[in-house]
């Protein structure tokens, strides 16, 4: 009944097209109304100390460090650095964009901030030089959802403070599988485009080659500096975020000297404003999160899942067939904040390694991102690049298989995340 109670009003208000963050609010109020303990300032107290924690600072911070790459060049150095490699080759666009958006992921955690960027710089490119647009938007919007599993990753910092596990150690077990996802999309395109007849650029002199890394030295070298600093223990993860913001600000004025007051208070507000939302949504879901342990609800998970506690593979491959359901009707952050305080006591019971778990589950909700009919990053390709949400959606399907693909590989095969997670953390 409980459960049933907190379902009904959760769903519910979002049927009725309430914001997430006051359905959450609005089910915890429901909860506390069926458990006969309704009170108003506790409701309120557990809002407020949801949004009182020291790690979830590195948010604000990354999604700046990511508006400022957008809008100081260096977004744009990245793209010409991919391109003098590889924009020579057949599909070298498709190309392009996969390496542009691994590195892009490995500055800005977002992956909407990704694929909105990448699709206003590739996408004309690409369609002028003959590609198939639809195609192209799939592959860019496939792409774009690289940027929550290689660190730094927004919905690695929420996952970690949800479950209580080391941000740090996520940042670093998400390397592999991030790359493994832009291993599969450039496997994916090569098969697509065997047969097409696409207009290539002329191939680059070295000393173009080395004209485009120098130019990009100071934008390729932030990845380089948090992973180092988390590896080594220079930083946490906030104080990582912190570096970022201040590197990207230092690089795009006094390097690049790109950014102008106009963009510089852009950036700000709209971090600004993307930070309120994810922040509020996080408050409110730690309210959800707390009645729900008062109700024993995870106990009841647990119980429920017994028969698959003793196979730690069925209960990942279940649990994993569960994400994907709810991705397709809920955006990736108010479904880490629902799902991981009811899924973790089983997880642990099970034996899982949480790391390795909250790894798969936010790649599993970064696929989400691509799935109709909620699938943000698919509107914000279809809207930048003026496609039709259809259209966007038939690009991307092959290379949402392709991801799909990658991630009951890593189920059925742990090792690929836990060997190198071990090391690099060890």
Same mark, same amino acid.
């Given at each position: 009944?409980?459960?049933?109670?907190?379902?009904?009003?959760?769903?519910?208000?979002?049927?009725?097209?309430?914001?997430?963050?006051?359905?959450? +609010?609005?089910?915890?109020?429901?909860?506390?109304?069926?458990?006969?303990?309704?009170?108003?300032?506790?409701?309120?107290?557990?809002?407020?100390?949801?949004?009182?924690?020291?790690?979830?600072?590195?948010?604000?911070?990354?999604?700046?460090?990511?508006? $400022?790459?957008?809008?100081?060049?260096?977004?744009?150095?990245?793209?010409?650095?991919? +391109?003098?490699?590889?924009?020579?080759?057949?599909?070298?666009?498709?190309?392009?964009?996969?390496?542009?958006?691994?590195?892009?992921?490995?500055?800005?955690?977002?992956?909407?901030?990704?694929?909105?960027?990448?699709?206003?710089?590739?996408?004309?490119?690409?369609?002028?030089?003959?590609?198939?647009?639809?195609?192209?938007?799939?592959?860019?919007?496939?792409?774009?959802?690289?940027?929550?599993?290689?660190?730094?990753?927004?919905?690695?910092? $929420?996952?970690?403070?949800?479950?209580?596990?080391?941000?740090?150690?996520?940042?670093?077990?998400?390397?592999?599988?991030?790359?493994?996802?832009?291993?599969?999309?450039?496997?994916?395109?090569?098969?697509?485009?065997?047969?097409?007849?696409?207009?290539?650029?002329?191939?680059?002199?070295?000393?173009?080659?080395?004209?485009?890394?120098?130019?990009?030295?100071?934008?390729?070298?932030?990845?380089?500096?948090?992973?180092?600093?988390?590896?080594?223990?220079?930083?946490?993860?906030?104080?990582?975020?912190?570096?970022?913001?201040?590197?990207?600000?230092?690089?795009?004025?006094?390097?690049?000297?790109?950014?102008?007051?106009?963009?510089?208070?852009?950036?700000?507000?709209?971090?600004?404003?993307?930070?309120?939302?994810?922040?509020?949504?996080?408050?409110?879901?730690?309210?959800?999160?707390?009645?729900?342990?008062?109700?024993?609800?995870?106990?009841?998970?647990?119980?429920?899942?017994?028969?698959?506690?003793?196979?730690?593979?069925?209960?990942?491959?279940?649990?994993?067939?569960?994400?994907?359901?709810?991705?397709?009707?809920?955006?990736?952050?108010?479904?880490?904040? $629902?799902?991981?305080?009811?899924?973790?006591?089983?997880?642990?019971?099970?034996?899982?390694?949480?790391?390795?778990?909250?790894?798969?589950?936010?790649?599993?909700?970064?696929?989400?991102?691509?799935?109709?009919?909620?699938?943000?990053?698919?509107?914000?390709?279809?809207?930048?690049?003026?496609?039709?949400?259809?259209?966007?959606?038939?690009?991307?399907?092959?290379?949402?298989?392709?991801?799909?693909?990658?991630?009951?590989?890593?189920?059925?095969?742990?090792?690929?995340?836990?060997?190198?997670?071990?090391?690099?953390?060890?």
């Amino acid at each position: 009944m409980i459960l049933t109670t907190f379902l009904v009003a959760l769903l519910g208000a979002i049927a009725l097209g309430i914001p997430i963050a006051f359905a959450l +609010m609005l089910s915890a109020a429901a909860l506390m109304w069926h458990l006969d303990m309704f009170d108003a300032q506790i409701l309120a107290q557990n809002l407020i100390n949801g949004a009182n924690s020291f790690p979830l600072l590195a948010v604000p911070f990354f999604m700046l460090a990511g508006e $400022i790459m957008t809008v100081g060049g260096l977004s744009r150095r990245i793209v010409d650095f991919a +391109m003098v490699l590889v924009g020579h080759v057949r599909g070298g666009l498709g190309y392009v964009t996969i390496i542009t958006a691994c590195l892009m992921a490995a500055l800005s955690g977002s992956a909407v901030a990704d694929a909105a960027a990448m699709t206003a710089l590739l996408l004309p490119m690409m369609t002028a030089a003959g590609y198939d647009k639809k195609r192209s938007a799939g592959l860019i919007a496939s792409a774009g959802i690289i940027a929550p599993v290689i660190p730094p990753s927004i919905g690695l910092i $929420i996952f970690g403070v949800s479950a209580n596990v080391s941000i740090s150690k996520l940042f670093l077990a998400g390397i592999v599988p991030g790359l493994l996802m832009g291993a599969a999309l450039w496997i994916t395109w090569t098969w697509l485009i065997r047969r097409e007849k696409l207009t290539t650029a002329p191939r680059k002199s070295m000393r173009e080659v080395l004209q485009a890394a120098r130019a990009g030295i100071w934008a390729l070298g932030m990845p380089v500096i948090i992973v180092v600093g988390l590896r080594f223990g220079v930083f946490t993860p906030t104080e990582a975020a912190v570096v970022a913001a201040v590197y990207a600000l230092f690089v795009s004025t006094v390097i690049y000297r790109e950014m102008t007051w106009k963009s510089f208070y852009r950036a700000f507000y709209n971090s600004a404003k993307v930070s309120a939302v994810i922040m509020l949504l996080v408050a409110a879901a730690m309210v959800s999160a707390w009645l729900i342990t008062v109700a024993g609800l995870p106990d009841r998970m647990v119980d429920l899942l017994d028969p698959l506690i003793g196979e730690p593979m069925l209960l990942m491959i279940a649990a994993m067939l569960l994400v994907v359901l709810v991705g397709t009707a809920m955006d990736m952050t108010p479904t880490i904040l $629902i799902l991981t305080p009811v899924m973790m006591p089983a997880i642990k019971a099970a034996g899982i390694d949480p790391i390795y778990f909250g790894v798969l589950f936010i790649l599993n909700n970064a696929i989400g991102l691509i799935t109709p009919p909620v699938g943000t990053v698919l509107n914000t390709v279809a809207g930048v690049g003026r496609l039709s949400m259809d259209d966007t959606t038939r690009g991307a399907l092959p290379f949402m298989l392709a991801q799909l693909a990658v991630l009951f590989l890593l189920v059925l095969f742990p090792d690929l995340v836990l060997v190198p997670a071990h090391w690099l953390y060890r």
